[in-house]
């Protein structure tokens, strides 16, 4: 017999996929990529924008979409942008899920509460990503953070504390401007294109 939370609960992810979903990815996608590639060509050394469509996804339909968006962003990234993209998949799909659940618990109501979801997701970031830059790239990823990180060693650092203190000091930036961002551009699509579940996620009267 079927446990019915289970089953709710897998209702409500297969709600989530509906055909405007499905329009909504590949934006989402070419927003992320589009972001990442001129902060990357440009080298600046305090941002990466890569996840800012996976948030405005989560903001607008959900976190299963939202990370399903991810995996999809560091695939292309890592041909168009940088091929380290690909190492730091599993952050994006997190970034997704993170951002989804707290968009649904009201946290994209007020600005305060959306710095508040970037230091999130800049703690997820610093947890999973410091170590995959480290073992993976042994603290070089050909991104503008890479200057940070050349810095901190420059102080004396070893490699694991140079990169940790570079997350300490990018990430809170990346991710609160990410969060902002994504929260703007939200709220700036006309209502009749935004999906149901949006709605809910940013009115501000609730």
Do not use: C, H
């Given at each position: 017999m079927?446990?019915?939370?289970?089953?709710?609960?897998?209702?409500?992810?297969?709600?989530?996929?509906?055909?405007?979903t499905?329009?909504?990815i590949p934006?989402?996608?070419?927003?992320?990529?589009?972001?990442?590639?001129?902060?990357?060509?440009?080298?600046?050394?305090?941002?990466?924008?890569?996840?800012?469509?996976?948030?405005?996804?989560?903001?607008?339909?959900g976190?299963?979409?939202?990370?399903?968006?991810?995996?999809?962003?560091?695939?292309?990234?890592?041909?168009?942008?940088?091929?380290?993209?690909?190492?730091?998949?599993?952050?994006?799909?997190?970034?997704?899920?993170?951002?989804?659940?707290?968009?649904?618990?009201?946290?994209?109501?007020?600005?305060?509460?959306?710095?508040?979801?970037?230091?999130?997701?800049?703690?997820?970031?610093?947890?999973?990503?410091?170590?995959?830059?480290?073992?993976?790239?042994?603290?070089?990823?050909?991104?503008?953070?890479?200057?940070?990180?050349?810095?901190?060693?420059?102080?004396?650092?070893?490699?694991?504390s140079?990169?940790?203190?570079?997350?300490?000091?990018?990430?809170?930036?990346?991710?609160?401007?990410?969060?902002?961002?994504?929260?703007?551009?939200?709220?700036?699509?006309?209502?009749?294109?935004?999906?149901?579940?949006?709605?809910?996620?940013?009115?501000?009267?609730?």
């Amino acid at each position: 017999m079927a446990d019915p939370t289970e089953s709710g609960y897998l209702d409500r992810v297969r709600r989530e996929f509906t055909t405007q979903t499905w329009v909504l990815i590949p934006m989402g996608v070419a927003l992320s990529v589009v972001a990442a590639y001129v902060v990357n060509v440009v080298k600046v050394p305090f941002l990466y924008l890569d996840a800012l469509g996976v948030v405005l996804i989560a903001i607008l339909v959900g976190p299963w979409t939202a990370a399903l968006t991810g995996v999809f962003v560091n695939l292309v990234e890592g041909f168009i942008v940088n091929p380290t993209f690909w190492a730091y998949t599993p952050l994006q799909v997190a970034f997704g899920l993170a951002a989804g659940y707290m968009a649904r618990r009201g946290w994209f109501r007020r600005y305060w509460k959306v710095v508040v979801v970037g230091l999130v997701l800049a703690i997820i970031s610093i947890v999973m990503g410091a170590p995959i830059t480290v073992l993976a790239f042994g603290g070089v990823t050909g991104t503008g953070s890479d200057a940070v990180t050349a810095f901190f060693r420059a102080t004396g650092s070893n490699i694991w504390s140079a990169v940790v203190g570079q997350t300490l000091v990018v990430e809170p930036i990346d991710k609160v401007v990410t969060a902002l961002l994504a929260a703007l551009i939200a709220e700036r699509i006309p209502a009749r294109y935004r999906p149901e579940t949006a709605a809910k996620v940013l009115d501000r009267d609730r």
